[in-house]
C-alpha cells in the first residue's frame, strides 16, 4: 500500500476492516455512523500510507489507532448536531462479518486470540478495566474521568498505567494467542 | 525506576489510551523528541492499547464501504508513497518555499474561519446549554416544592391524628371497650377501641392486624333500637396510618347517637359494595360501655 499498490488496500481492508468496523461501532453505537468511520480510516490511511513506519507497530495497531480518532471525530459532530434536531433511530446491534472470506485456520486463530484479550480484560480489576475503556472507548481525559468517577486525578493516572500493564502481563506473548 | 521514568511511563499509558491533554501531551512529545528508547517505550503501550480492538466481535462494514473507498483512492485518493515523499523533498528551494507560504497562509485562513466558527458554535451552544439547564432547574424545583407540600399534608395529618388520640386516651369520659375477635376472626383481628361519648370521636387500636394484600378490613357502626331493625353504616376501611401501626381515629357520632357495637369484617379489595351492611365475614366486634 505504502507504494500505491490498490490491491494492497484490498488485502489489508479485507482483513482487518472487521476489526476496525467493531471499534467504530463501539464508539458510535450506529452501523451507518460506523461504515463512515471506517471509511474515511481507509482514505487516510491510503493518504498517509508514507508515514506508516516499520518497527514503530503494527500496521493493524496503527488502523485502529486512525479508526478510532475518526470515529470520536464523528461522534463529537454527531453530538453537536443532536441537539439541533431529532436523532434518527440508531441501529446499535453487531453484525457478524458476513461475506468475510477468512482462512478457517486463520479465524480460528484470530477468535482465539479474541478470547485470551477478553479473558485478559476480565480478569483486570473492574477499576483499571472501566478506567481503560472510557478512555479507549469512551474518549474522555484522565481529568474528565477523575471527574465523572470521583476520584483524584492521580489515581487515574495509576490505574491507567497499572491497568495497561496488567494487561499485558495477562495476554500471550508474542500475539501468539 | 525514577520518579521521572515513572512519570513518563504513566503519560505513555495515557498517550496510548488517547486521554492526556493537550499540556500532557506536549510534555510527553517533549521527553521523547530526543530518545529513541522512549519512543519505544510509547510505541509499546500504544501497540498494548490497540490490541483493546481486538477484543471486540469483528463487525462487517455494509457492503458499499468497501466500493466507497476503492472508488475514492482510484479517484484521485491519491497514496502518500515514500518515492512520492522523497520526490517532493527534492523541490527546488524557492518553488518549495512558495508551496509553504501559500499552504501556510491557507492554512491560517482555514484556522481563522474555523475558530471563529468553533467560537459562535461554542457560544450557541452554552447558551442552549443554560437555557435547557434552567428549564430543567425550574422543573426540579417545582417537583421539590410539591414533594413537600405532600409531606406537610401528610406530617400535618398525622399529628392531628396523634393529638386527638392523645386527648382521647386522656380524658377523663372517655370509655374502653375491647374489639374481639369472632369465630371467623383471629387474635390478629383483636384489639381496643376508646371513646368519647361527649363527641362521638373514636380510636380504634390494632396492634396485631396484618391485612391480606386482596382483600380490605372495614369497619361498622351498629345501633340497634328495640323493636326496629338495627342501623348498620360503614365507618369506612381499616388503613394503616402513616407510622405504619393500624391506629384509626373515626368520627362515629350519627344523628347525635354513639353507636351501640363496632365490628369490624373481611371485604373484598375496595369493601362491601353498599354501606349499610358487610358482605364478608364479620372478624371482630365490640359492645361500647
Known sequence: ?177 | MTHDHDTFLDLCAGEALGSLDAAERARLAELVASSPARREELAAYRELASTLAEGLEPSAPSSHVKAAVLAAIADGGEASTPERAAEASREPGRLRLVRTWQWAAAACLLLALGLGALWMGARSDARRDLRDAEVRHSQERERLVADLETARAANTTLRDEYETAMQLLGSAQARVATLEATANGSAATAGRIVVDPRTGRTVVVLPQLDAPTDRDYQLWSIRAEEGQDPVIRSLGLVTRSATGATILVLDTMAGGELPQEIAMSLERKGGASTSSAPEGPVVAAAVLP
Open chain 1, 1 to 177: 500500500m505504502r507504494h500505491g499498490d490498490a490491491r494492497a488496500l484490498e488485502d489489508l481492508y479485507d482483513r482487518y476492516a472487521p476489526t476496525l468496523h467493531a471499534v467504530a461501532l463501539k464508539i458510535l453505537g450506529r452501523r451507518d455512523l460506523a461504515d463512515d468511520a471506517v471509511q474515511q480510516t481507509w482514505i487516510q490511511a491510503w493518504r498517509q500510507a508514507g508515514r506508516f513506519k516499520d518497527g514503530r507497530g503494527s500496521v493493524l495497531g496503527w488502523l485502529v489507532m486512525m479508526v478510532r480518532s475518526r470515529a470520536l471525530d464523528l461522534r463529537r459532530r454527531q453530538q453537536t448536531r443532536s441537539r439541533l434536531e431529532t436523532d434518527a433511530a440508531s441501529e446499535p446491534s453487531s453484525r457478524s462479518p458476513a461475506g468475510h472470506s477468512a482462512d478457517p485456520v486463520d479465524a480460528a486463530s484470530t477468535a482465539q486470540r479474541r478470547a485470551a484479550i477478553r479473558g485478559a480484560l476480565e480478569a483486570l480489576d473492574p477499576r483499571m478495566r472501566s478506567v481503560i475503556e472510557r478512555a479507549f472507548f469512551g474518549g474522555q481525559t484522565q481529568r474528565e474521568i477523575a471527574a465523572t468517577q470521583d476520584v483524584p486525578l492521580g489515581t487515574v493516572k495509576t490505574w491507567t498505567r497499572r491497568g495497561l500493564d496488567a494487561l499485558r502481563g495477562l495476554l500471550p506473548k508474542g500475539g501468539e494467542a
